[in-house]
């Protein structure tokens, strides 16, 4: 426990007199913890740690380190079937949900989520079931 506390606090380097916390090398905005003038700075610090730390010590085994590129990620919902046949060449189209790895093209009718680019694509289960732990956000 004390040295997953001490991985934690190395790989948040910098909490920046702008109000950002810069958690490996991406920039979170304080803002998307709370309101930063209702609370102090140090509150949404541990609360940002907390956030991680109940990640990092899930013994989910879906759970791989995706709080690097999904934490707090802004998703849209998509319906792969639709999105696909958008696609100039839809038989190149082969996702995988980032937590399960099922494949999103076997399940084409079923609401999923993904990043804003279609990069990351997460299945509607594991959505819920993840929803609230990495704080998604999604875009209307």
Known sequence: MVILLLNLFVLIKIITDRQDIIFDNKIYPMSSLGDVTKV??????????EIIYNIVKSDDWRLTGQERYLLFAKLK?????????????????????????????????????????NYHWICNECYNDFNKMFKFNIKE
């Open 40 to 49: 102090d700075k140090d509150t949404l610090i541990l609360k940002f740690i």
């Open 77 to 117: 919902e998509m319906i792969p079937f639709e999105y696909i046949n958008e696609l100039d060449n839809p038989e190149m189209f082969h996702e995988h949900c980032s937590f399960c790895w099922d494949k999103v093209e076997e399940s084409q009718d079923k609401k999923h989520y993904c990043i804003l680019d």
